[in-house]
Nanobody
Framework: QLQLVESGGGLVQPGGSLRLSCKGS????????IGWFRQAPGKKREGISA????????YYADSVKGRFTISRDNPKNTVYLQMTGLNAEDTAVYYC??????????????????WGQGTQVTVSS
């Protein structure tokens, strides 16, 4: 069964950048569409980006559009989330998740059924 492990989180100053990685194991990540989600303290989980499995179609929430970029490296069984222009509102635990459908159609979490453990991103001066 597919397992996901996120990495790359940490403390960054406002305006800074981070790249998160979502590494798959025990299955081929290329067969799954992948999404990134985040949850800040006291807030609901938010879908922020997703990428389809075959065509690389990407989706972004309005809150991150133009600042975050999702990509996949199939030989490395990894999906990335490049984050730039970070601000305090981006502070959250970030999760990647896998969806068995080729095209997730957006950033809703409804069909994402395999989740990683999360990585903390803190934006602070």
């Amino acid at each position: 069964q597919l397992q996901l492990v996120e990495s790359g989180g940490g403390l960054v100053q406002p305006g800074g950048s981070l790249r998160l990685s979502c590494k798959g194991s025990r299955d081929t990540l290329a067969d799954w569409s992948i999404g990134w989600f985040r949850q800040a303290p006291g807030k609901k989980r938010e879908g922020i980006s997703a990428i389809s499995s075959s065509d690389g179609i990407t989706y972004y929430a309005d809150s991150v559009k133009g600042r975050f970029t999702i990509s996949r490296d199939n030989p490395k069984n990894t999906v990335y989330l490049q984050m730039t222009g970070l601000n305090a509102e981006d502070t959250a635990v970030y999760y990647c998740a896998a969806n068995p459908f080729d095209d997730p159609g957006g950033v809703s979490s409804v069909d994402f059924n395999t989740w990683g453990q999360g990585t903390q991103v803190t934006v602070s001066s």
